[in-house]
């Protein structure tokens, strides 16, 4: 300030401002950090969801291949495998003890779902009402199911003997003559559906009963103002409220009986590999393990493994359609 009054008083000009310095600028990542960082935040994703992947591939995937590719092959344990196509398959359209498993898990499945959904359908609306020790019920039903399969099937395995088992003791009662659950084909095949029935119907009745509570109240009011009944009630609103859960027991218990294998075997003893002494329960899984392991031939094995697939594909693949109906006729886009 006092040079430029200096200069002013001299008649001099101003002295110039001084020259700005070089520009400054903010510190910014380099840019392999901000690679770095966008890489970070699409990867890290894949990377939680990698296990499962990985476990599917070791777990699910390989094994699915390489079963479809055992069963184009002749394949004996220990020993080298032969190219044979479709001969395997064909091999089972001509085998008789094939159509026997077949029918016989169709049977045993149909014996075992029906009753269980019934009852859990039954056990469920019970529960949906405010009882006392509602929560003790519901514990105690899916008990069943936290009972092992082995542990299940030895205990009815007791109760279905022939000799001295309680079941007949109990029809002796009435006068009936004792029945040989393990030789006749439809006793045996009660008693495998018996086992089954008594340690899903807990499992079924929670998940029905888990639909129930999601009905809306204001449904069954207006019912009851119109006089509805407690069993008009149930068809008319409960019923078509949880189809679609209905709809998915079904499927998931068809899955599990066409999968039946721990029952038939263990309820069998010494014969269970076989499915009983005329094959009257072998399922299934009972002669994919007999080819598999018994006998061998684990080419008839993986072909047998790869039916039982393309069976429930068509059950799944039905009950999209039946889903897919059901949505249209509600007016639901899918």
């Known amino acids: 300030m006092a040079t430029s009054v200096r200069a002013a008083a001299d008649g001099s000009p ?9 520009p400054r600028h903010r510190k910014t990542p380099s ?30 995937l390989f094994p699915l291949i390489y079963t479809g590719w055992l069963s184009l092959h002749r394949v004996e344990l220990g020993g080298e495998a032969e190219w044979r196509g479709a001969e395997n398959y ?6 008789d003890f094939f159509w026997n498993a077949l029918a016989n898990t169709f049977t045993i499945g149909v014996i075992s779902t029906v009753p ?15 009882l006392r020790g509602r929560g003790f019920y519901r514990v105690a039903i899916l008990a069943p199911y936290a009972t092992s ?13 022939t000799d001295y088992g309680m079941i007949n003791g109990f029809l002796g009662l009435f006068g009936i003559d004792p029945v040989n659950w393990e030789t006749e084909k439809w006793p045996a095949q009660i008693a495998i559906s018996t086992i089954v029935t008594w340690r899903w119907t807990g499992y079924n009745a929670l998940i029905y009963l888990a639909a129930m509570q999601a009905v809306p109240n204001d449904l069954y009011e207006a019912a009851a ?6 069993w008009r009630q149930f068809i008319s609103i409960t019923v078509p409220s949880i189809r679609p859960t209905i709809l998915f027991t079904v499927v998931v218990s068809t899955i599990g009986a066409t999968q039946l294998f721990g029952e038939p075997l263990i309820f069998g003893g010494s014969l269970g590999i076989g499915g009983g002494s005329a094959n009257q329960y072998q399922t299934l899984s009972l002669l994919m393990y007999e080819k598999g392991w018994v006998t061998g031939a684990l080419g008839q ?28 006729k509600l007016g639901i886009s899918s």
């Open 116 to 130: 269980q959904l019934l009852m859990a359908l039954g056990l469920a609306h019970l529960l949906n009402y405010k």
């Open 14 to 22: 101003p002295p110039a401002p001084p020259a700005p310095g070089p």
């Open 225 to 230: 103002l119109d006089g509805a009944s407690r």
């Open 31 to 60: 840019a392999w950090r901000s690679r770095l960082y966008r890489l970070d935040v699409k990867a890290t994703p894949y990377t939680f969801i990698a296990p499962f992947f990985l476990t599917f591939a070791a777990f699910g």
């Open 149 to 161: 399969i082995a542990a299940a099937t030895l205990v009815f395995a007791q109760l279905f003997n």
């Open 301 to 328: 094995a993986s072909a047998i493994a790869w039916v039982m697939l393309l069976l429930l594909l068509a059950v799944g693949g039905l009950q999209a359609l039946v889903a897919r109906r059901n949505r249209k």
């Open 90 to 95: 064909t091999g089972l359209a001509d085998s």
